[in-house]
């Protein structure tokens, strides 16, 4: 049942999960298919369905369902699972923590602080987006500054229009996805400006989103001053030199009433901070093992808590296994621990999970810190010697590369540390 009523629930289940975005909702299936009984699903939200209720683009699903959905009905196909799989889904309640003996404490407006006991919990609180004051761009503080998602919010689920003339400052996909999006409500946008001398977002949202709209996408360049007392009146963008700084003697004005800054997305972590798990300062996520186990028993995480994933699908992959291990937790049919370190190496940003076995197969996600082209996906021990290699047309950070690993490449490597690196075919081997 979908609830906010906590008076229906249970004293205690098997398995908590901490937010109802695609990421929880498939661990809740995975765990009631894999030994959980009864599972408790803790949204914050009005309903469950996490971010994708206010993408209402299409280009969800063609890898988990072989189909091109928009956001609600992707969310709408999980939440349908989640409910003919009878798991108890609380909506409009918060998880305010979570202590030593698991026991999950939640807030909701109808029944104030309640106490619910969980066997295991999976965390799957999303992401939240950087702001303005990540960066610091100099200037007044205005009325008309806005985070990507934020505005998306506005257009999509309250009918809002949030100016008329925008600047959109990141080429992240959902800075891609609202040029677009302002543009077919009316909203003139004037270009999107990128730090990197390359793009952020996938290369579909690039063609899609500008090139079909000729908005103008200016690389290696900045806003460097907001301008307007009561509302954005105007920015001030400067093109980069090779150390990142702005050449203000290049600068030029741009009148607009908004600004939207799309400069990425941080893991929603204070609970994971709270319950001092271990962190990963590269994917600002928990650490976790194959079977998506955070450093404290019990504890699973999966989804952009994690790490920020930028298909859905592969948010949807991940949260199988935290909800399968979470089932198997309380089953006390966990798979044996692994035996295998993974460290990313040349070029490499992040590699979850952190760890792997040689009994098992597995996929690894991480992501390159550099474009790359013509490049060799390798694992390597620490001394280089090679172990496993793809080639790989090209990496860019913005796409994560997803490394399938089978137990026949790494059963001589028990109690290991591989090196995850990604080279141009040039140097590779040196
Ligand atoms: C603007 C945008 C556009 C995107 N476009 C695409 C696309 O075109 N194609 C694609 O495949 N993917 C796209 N994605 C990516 C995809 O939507 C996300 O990767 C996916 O939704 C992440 O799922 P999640 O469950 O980890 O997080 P979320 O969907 O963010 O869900 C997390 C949930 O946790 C809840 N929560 C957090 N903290 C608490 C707490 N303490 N107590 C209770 N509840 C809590 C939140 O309310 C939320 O409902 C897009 C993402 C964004 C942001």
Redesign the pocket.
């Known amino acids: 049942m979908i609830t906010a009523a906590p008076r229906h629930l249970r004293a205690s289940y098997d398995v908590v999960i ?7 909702l498939e661990a809740a299936v995975a765990a009631r298919d894999n030994g959980a009984a009864h599972v408790l699903v ?4 009005q309903e ?5 209720l ?2 209402i ?1 299409s ?3 063609l890898h988990r369902f072989g189909e091109e959905l928009t ?1 609600p009905e992707y969310a709408q196909r999980v939440v349908a699972s989640t409910l003919e799989h009878d798991i108890d889904v609380i909506a409009d ?4 923590d979570i202590d030593e003996r698991r026991r999950v404490k939640l807030m909701t407006t109808q029944a104030g602080v309640s106490l619910v006991e969980a066997r295991a919990v999976v965390l ?4 939240r987006e950087r702001t303005r004051a990540a960066i610091r761009i100099p200037g007044t503080r205005p009325a008309g500054i806005f985070t ?2 934020l505005a ?1 919010r506005l257009v999509n689920l309250y009918g809002l229009l949030p100016g008329r003339r925008a600047v959109i400052l990141g080429s992240g ?2 800075g891609l ?1 609202m040029a677009r999006r302002l543009t077919l409500e009316g909203i003139e946008v004037a270009g999107v400006f990128e730090i990197m001398p390359y793009a952020n977002g996938l290369n579909r949202n690039i063609v899609q989103c500008l090139h079909d709209f000729d908005i103008p996408l200016h690389l290696s360049t900045t806003v460097v001053e907001i301008r307007g007392q009561n509302r954005v009146e105007g920015v001030t963008v400067a093109p980069l030199d090779e150390t990142l700084q702005p050449r203000l003697d290049r600068a030029w004005d741009i009148p607009c009433d908004t600004l939207l800054v799309s400069i990425g ?1 941080i893991p ?1 972590n ?2 994971s901070q709270q319950m001092r798990l271990r962190f990963d300062s590269a994917t600002r996520g928990p650490v976790v093992s194959s079977a998506m186990e955070c450093s404290r028993d019990g504890i699973f995480a ?4 994690v790490h ?6 592969f ?1 949807s992959a991940e ?1 199988m296994v935290a909800g399968r291990s979470a089932g198997q937790y309380v089953a006390g049919t966990l798979p044996r621990p692994d035996n295998v370190q993974l460290q990313p190496g040349a070029n490499v940003a992040y590699c979850v999970p952190h760890t792997i076995s040689t009994e098992r197969e597995h996929t690894v996600y991480l992501r390159a810190r550099k474009p790359l082209d013509a490049c060799t996906l390798q694992l390597t021990e620490p001394d280089g010697t090679p172990v496993y290699a793809r080639k790989l047309r090209y990496v860019f950070p913005a796409e994560m590369v997803n490394l399938k690993l089978r137990p026949a490449i790494l059963q001589n490597f028990h109690g290991s540390i591989l090196r995850v690196n990604i080279v141009e075919r040039a140097t590779e081997g040196e």
């Open positions: 901490v937010g109802g975005g695609p990421a929880g803790v949204d914050r939200d469950a369905g996490g971010i994708l206010q993408c683009h280009g969800f699903g956001g309640a918060y998880v305010l799957a609180m999303g992401a990507a998602g998306q996909d959902i996805i997305l929603e204070e609970l999966c989804g952009n808590v920020i994933h930028d298909l859905v699908d948010v949260a």
